[in-house]
Every structure is written in C-alpha cells, then in structure tokens.
C-alpha cells in the first residue's frame, strides 16, 4: 500500500505525548545540527512500548531562503500490509510521566559540511503498521510534529546614532515628468566593520523644500525581498563610504522656485546572516541627509 503525506507547517498536528527540539540550543551556521524526538508517558501508568520505536521514526527537512515560506511537499512511502505479532516484539516500560528521545541529524545537501543559514521546516512522523495481540499495557507511540526555525548568526543593531551618515553628493534639473535623481553617499563613521544594505537594496523617501512650501513623495524603491544576506549586502570598513543612487520621480513641478531637496534611506529588509564569520554589527534603522540645491537646467 502507498500512502502519499502531505507535510505543511499548517495542517499537521502533533500527538500530545510526541515532541520535537532543536538538539543544539543555539546554533550558529556551519553546525551540525539534529532534531530530538522525544515521546512522553502522559498517562498515570506505566506503559510499555516497542524497544524499535525510533527505528519507525520519520524525518523530512528542507531549507528554504531567509524568511520564505516553503511550498507544500508530497511525499509517497510504504506502509506495511503484513501483521506482527505482540509478543514476537521486544517491549520496553516507560513510567509514568517519563520520557524516551532519539537524535535524528538533519541530513540535507544544505548541511552536508555543517548548516547553512537559513529558513528550515520539517516533519517527524512516528506510525506503525498491524500490531496483532497486545496488552492493555501495551501502546504504541505515534504521531505528526511539524517543526521549523531560523539559522543565523546573532547581530548587533548600529544605527545612524552611533556615527554613520549619509549626504547628496549629486543631483540633477527637475526632469520634464517631475523626477529628480541624486546620489548619496553613506559612510562608516564608526570604528569597527558595519553590514550595510547593497547599494540596490535601499528603500528611500524625498522631500523638496521650495518657497511656497513642500513636497514629498517615496523614492523609485526595489521590491523588498524577504531578507538580506551577505550576497545582498557590504561589510563597509571604518571609514569607508558607499554611493546609493535615488530617483524621486514625479515630486516636483519644473517651475518651482529654488527648490531644495532631502532624503531618508533605509535597508530593504533585515540583515540575515546564512555564514559563519566575526563580523556581527549590522546597520538597521532610518537615516537621512541634510538639503541640498536642485540645480536649473
């Protein structure tokens, strides 16, 4: 007999006796890591349970990108048509309100030198086929646990207060549909190495400042993804600086008078570290430059 299990983080329910845990209480990308299956006697009594009860243990894991949400997966497997016996098997006691665990390690290509960051979801199922003959006494342990959790290095939050700023550098005419495009520049004041948002990962806003008053309007912003990592991102060095370009577009009219403009920059996404390095401090937050002229055409 085939049985096709569909395993998503929302539909599965655990047995209340059955339970799952990260082995590693804080792991660190580039661990070897392992789920701990445990099954609790919840009862009043002793029960007995097969000594192979972790050999019909279960286990799917997948790795996902920082913040993504796994589509569902089908599995098709085997289930046993043929009857055992009682008292052919080996039973084992469990007092009451004790607990047997067996360490399952996650073996995905995305672990194969040691745990790559990210989003993992995963199932443990724990069934059984015919079991003919037992005793009152006698149970056999089951259940579905879904499971999931975050791979990544702790970090440290910087923000503009610690010395980091940013200034225009360029800026061109008001073009004929109203857009302004300028560039920034943000620098390192701070005396250690800083994770920055790549210079096409920022999410911006524009306000210009003319005589009669002001004008304001959101940047020419990226898609948002669910997270940056290092691919996405710059270790700026203490001192360094990094050139952000932001287009205004459609804020200002071509006849204002002596206009001025101002921007705020911010990542696209929070810093999600899938390596394992030294480097833990992580500029987060909103920052924004001082006014600069827009220049006639």
Request: hydrophobic fraction near 45%; include cysteine.
């Amino acid at each position: 007999m085939m049985l096709t299990t569909l395993l998503t983080m929302l539909s599965a329910q655990a047995a209340p006796a059955l339970s799952v845990v990260l082995a590693t209480e804080k792991p660190i990308p580039g661990d070897a890591l392992s789920i701990e299956v445990r099954w609790t006697n919840d009862t009043a009594e002793e029960i007995r349970i097969p000594a192979s009860w972790a050999d019909e243990l279960q286990m799917w894991v997948w790795r996902v990108a920082p913040g993504e949400r796994p589509e569902p997966m089908r599995i098709t497997r085997d289930m046993p048509t043929s009857i055992t016996m009682a008292r052919k098997m080996e039973w084992v006691a469990v007092p009451a309100g004790e607990a047997v665990s067996k360490q399952l390690p996650i073996e995905i290509e995305a672990c194969a030198e040691g745990c790559q960051g990210g989003s993992y979801y995963g199932q443990v199922n724990l069934t059984w086929g015919i079991v003919d003959g037992m005793k009152p006494i006698q149970q056999l342990p089951q259940g579905q646990v879904p499971f999931s959790f975050d791979l990544t290095l702790p970090t440290e939050s910087v923000t503009a207060a610690a010395g980091v700023t940013a200034a225009i550098t360029s800026v061109s005419p008001i073009n004929e549909t109203g857009g302004i495009d300028l560039t920034v520049s943000l620098s390192n004041g701070t005396e250690a190495p800083l994770w920055v948002a790549g210079p096409e990962q920022w999410l911006g806003a524009c306000l210009v400042v003319h005589k009669k008053g002001e004008l304001t309007g959101l940047a020419d912003n990226p898609t948002p993804p669910a997270a940056l990592v290092e691919a996405d991102s710059l270790l700026m060095q203490p001192g360094g600086a990094m050139e952000v370009a932001v287009s205004c577009p459609a804020i200002a009219p071509e006849k204002v008078k002596k206009p001025t403009i101002m921007v705020s920059i911010k990542p696209a996404a929070a810093f999600f570290a899938i390596e394992n390095h030294e480097e833990r401090r992580v500029f987060t937050g909103e920052i924004g430059t001082e006014a600069a002229a827009v220049p006639k055409k």
